[in-house]
Structure formats: structure tokens, C-alpha cells
């Protein structure tokens, strides 16, 4: 089974939806981020958050939210999507050396 | 403000040896990791300079250079599966914990 899980992989929604995706993980892993990928591009960090009670926002987190629920998932909401939030979407825990570990990305279209 | 630069492209021949440049500028820099990303993949760690100087992980190296915000990715014996994106990535804050990555360089690998 995958480390790091991410559900839907896969999202077209209508501009001004609310949506939310979510990240689990089974590594034990206090630290969790959620980043944006455009197409070419690298990737954006949008919120991270060092522990439950602990959320940051990162460089391009207008319109977006999270909710650190517990220790092992982070969701990342949108709560009215536009057409340029359509992007690839990561989730990534990171261990106490730093290295991050990623999921398999959700790929959603704002239409 | 923190930016990262890094080459958008480079080509070279499968078997050769291929240097990838990255210079940096943040502040509460912690150190420089490198992670792979094949296309319609996930990012995965590479690798992760924390002092100045050459870390070596098989066919690939890394080397940092704190006084020149300096650091490059080497990749010997180029084989046809290491095209991909690679990008740098720098940790920041206490701990390096927060890690802000760059645009990403695409490597292409000719037979």
C-alpha cells in the first residue's frame, strides 16, 4: 500500500464550487504540505502544517484552506474554485531528516 | 524574497555526464535537496546537501556552496530512464522543515 494516499486523483469541477482534497498517511509522519504543480512548472507551496495544532500558510495560499484532522491527514480545500486554480495537486510528508515523500497527485480542472 | 534559478533545459547523450546548476537566494537557509520527477509522476528525493561540499549517492552527486548560494546536481553514466524533471529545492526556517522548490530543469536523454 501507497504512504502517502490522495483522493479524488482525478477532478473536473465548475468555477465557483467548493472543493476539497484530501491526504492520508501511514508513515507517522508529523509534518505534511500540500503544493500546486502547473504545467512546466515546479511546485508551489500552498499551506504546511508541523503538527495538529500547527498550520502555516505557504507562498500562494489565497483561496485556498486547510484542516489538519489528525496526525495522519491534511486536506486542502477550495472553497469557490476558479478556472486558474486548475492545476496538479500534491500532498508530501516530510521525515525528521526533511526528506519529503509525495503522493500521487490530484489532478483537477476548474472548468 | 526567496527565489531559485535553475536551467529550463539540457540535453545530453546517454553515457555522458550532465551538471545541473542551481543558485539560490532565501533567507534562514538550512540546505539544498534535489528531487526526480518523470513525467506524470510523483517528485522523489534525490538527495540533500547540508554543509558545503560533494554528496555522493551512486551515479548521482551533489555539491553545495554556502558562500556562493551555489549547488548543482551531477548525474554520470546518463542512461535513458533519467529523463525527467529535476529540481532544487531549498529548506528554510527552524529545522529546514519548510522547503521551497524551483521551476524545475527537464532533462532530455538521447540514445
Known amino acids: 500500500d501507497a504512504d502517502v494516499t490522495q483522493t479524488p486523483r482525478n477532478r473536473i469541477t465548475k468555477t465557483g464550487k467548493r472543493i476539497m482534497l484530501e491526504c492520508s498517511q501511514t508513515k507517522g509522519h508529523d509534518r505534511m504540505y500540500w503544493y500546486r504543480q502547473d504545467p512546466g512548472l515546479g511546485l508551489q507551496l500552498i499551506y504546511y502544517s508541523f503538527d495538529v495544532k500547527d498550520i502555516n500558510k505557504g507562498e500562494i495560499s489565497d483561496g485556498y484552506s486547510v484542516s489538519r484532522q489528525a496526525q495522519a491527514k491534511f486536506s486542502l480545500s477550495l472553497e469557490s474554485a476558479i478556472p486558474n486554480q486548475t492545476a496538479l495537486y500534491f500532498c508530501?510528508?516530510?521525515?525528521?531528516?526533511?526528506?519529503?515523500?509525495f503522493g500521487p497527485g490530484t489532478r483537477l480542472t476548474v472548468l | 524574497g526567496q527565489s531559485l534559478e535553475q536551467p529550463s533545459e539540457v540535453t545530453a547523450v546517454e553515457g555522458a555526464i550532465v551538471q545541473i546548476n542551481c543558485t539560490y537566494q532565501t533567507s534562514g537557509f538550512y540546505g539544498l535537496s534535489w528531487y526526480q520527477q518523470h513525467d506524470g509522476g510523483a517528485p522523489t528525493f534525490l538527495s540533500y546537501n547540508g554543509l558545503d561540499g560533494l554528496e555522493e549517492t551512486g551515479r548521482f552527486s551533489s555539491f553545495l556552496s554556502r558562500s556562493d548560494s551555489y549547488g548543482y546536481l551531477l548525474l554520470q553514466e546518463l542512461q535513458m530512464k533519467d529523463s525527467a524533471s529535476y529540481f532544487c529545492a531549498v529548506r528554510e526556517g527552524t529545522g529546514g522543515f519548510k522547503t521551497i522548490f524551483g521551476a524545475g530543469t527537464r532533462l532530455f536523454v538521447k540514445a
Open positions: 508530501a510528508t516530510s521525515d525528521p531528516g526533511g526528506e519529503q515523500f
